[in-house]
């Protein structure tokens, strides 16, 4: 797939990748976070969530401005990374207060802004060579499938960490009692019963004093979300760490003298064209991350609240990586068994994929409860999303390579719509 690219698209891939890991880290539990450590209404930490992805976008033009400006798209891309780790670094304290909180959201949203679409752009430079131009395309869609390798963990990484955290401390994930645990301690909860009932069969035993119990809960359960933010700003270090060590496999900006500037004028249709074109790519994407950005908000508060929180063992196998990955592997290793392509050491390491993949499953299934009994969690949703574009990424590359080879490859407006 990367064959006939040039060596920087590596570092573009696996530099992207880390920082998605951390983007996708609090598009899984952001909401959730606010709402068990700060007590918050939906609409309430709905709307710090949106003014977060506002930021994210609208800073990209100071970021692109500062790099158009200084001409040194590294040196902004970098400190973009920075400036995202030290949001992630503030993020991962407990016990900080809202205002704090979001200050650190907009640290992070302006360090993506610095980031993000300068890397894109320094992308899109390694094939202002005529030599990987008509690979430009294709360069594209296997950068974003790195944004979605990354995605694709960020949810079970969070998930997992947060877990971690509680068990440390004696509880278990149950995100209604963290909301009765809220409003006891806020004194609305009409009857606590059902609490009392919810803390003795987790501790084993009664539980006395309702308020010390409620406290310490929230507070693992904020803390272990603070753990998933600090595991975040790793990423962060690794995407870091690999683009300092390779950006020299990246271009420079060409610096251009004002005055020595050609200016071409296009034909009028051509230029009215063109903008008609830029126009409606503005209008579909206006609304495809509009409804994209719900499943960090709506769609999760619809994975909590309205969809059922324990499996039967064949649905747990894709709810748990432990299962879900030798689940993958056993898929390309059909794949590979599949390929006409694959000669006698590709078969053979498809057959051992679809082995050791198909067994693992199978038994990670056994251990799986019978019944509708396995537990999930909403985070774990966030992950489906990316598999699936990582899976249809080469199929589509694919598919385009081959029009290519028939020069009846679509303009990229054309592939948007």
């Known amino acids: 797939m990367f064959k006939g690219h040039p060596r920087g698209l590596y570092v573009a891939f696996f530099a992207n990748m880390g920082e998605r890991f951390g983007f996708y880290t609090m598009m899984a539990c952001l909401v959730f976070f606010l709402q068990a450590r700060f007590d918050l209404a939906a609409d309430t930490a709905g709307s710090i969530y949106s003014w977060y ?150 501790t084993g035993e009664a539980v006395i004093d309702l308020g010390t119990f409620s406290q310490s809960y929230i507070d693992a359960f904020s803390t272990g979300y603070n753990f998933a933010f600090a595991i975040a700003g790793v990423s962060m270090i690794v995407s870091m760490v690999i683009f300092m060590a390779f950006k020299k496999r990246l271009p420079e900006a060409r610096k251009t003298d004002h005055d020595s500037r050609q200016s071409i004028k296009l034909p009028a249709a051509e230029e009215r064209s063109r903008i008609i074109a830029l126009l409606l790519v503005f209008l579909v994407v206006i609304f495809f991350w509009m409804s994209f950005h719900q499943n960090g908000l709506t769609l999760s508060y619809f994975a909590r609240d309205y969809t059922a929180n324990a499996v039967g063992p064949i649905t747990k196998i894709f709810f748990s990586l432990k299962s879900l990955l030798p689940f993958i592997a056993a898929i390309f290793g059909v794949v590979y068994l599949l390929r006409k392509k694959s000669g006698t050491i590709g078969r053979i390491i498809g057959a051992a994929l679809l082995i050791a993949g198909g067994g693992l499953t199978y038994y990670f299934y056994t251990t799986y409860s019978a019944g509708q009994t396995n537990p999930i969690e909403p985070e774990i949703f966030q992950q489906f999303n990316p598999i699936f574009i990582v899976f249809l990424t080469p199929v589509i590359i694919g598919f385009f390579a081959w029009q290519r080879s028939r020069d009846a490859e679509p303009s990229s407006p054309r592939k948007i719509g």
Do not use: C, H
């Open 53 to 202: 992805y506002f930021f994210i976008y609208a800073l990209a033009l100071v970021g692109g401005y500062i790099a158009d400006k200084t001409q040194n798209f590294k040196g902004t891309i970098l400190s973009g990374i920075i400036t995202m780790l030290a949001g992630y670094v503030l993020m991962s304290i407990p016990g900080l207060q809202l205002w704090v909180v979001v200050s650190a959201l907009f640290v992070i949203a302006f360090g993506n802004g610095l980031f993000k679409g300068n890397l894109q752009a320094v992308v899109g430079q390694l094939y202002d060579d005529p030599k990987y131009n008509k690979l430009r395309d294709t360069a594209f869609n296997i950068f974003y499938m790195g944004i979605n390798v990354g995605a694709f963990f960020a949810p079970s990484a969070a998930n997992g960490i947060r877990n971690w955290y509680l068990k440390t401390q004696g509880f278990t994930y149950n995100s209604d009692l963290s909301f009765m645990a809220n409003q006891y301690l806020s004194g609305t909860l009409e009857d606590p019963r059902q609490l009392s009932a919810m803390a003795e069969a987790m």
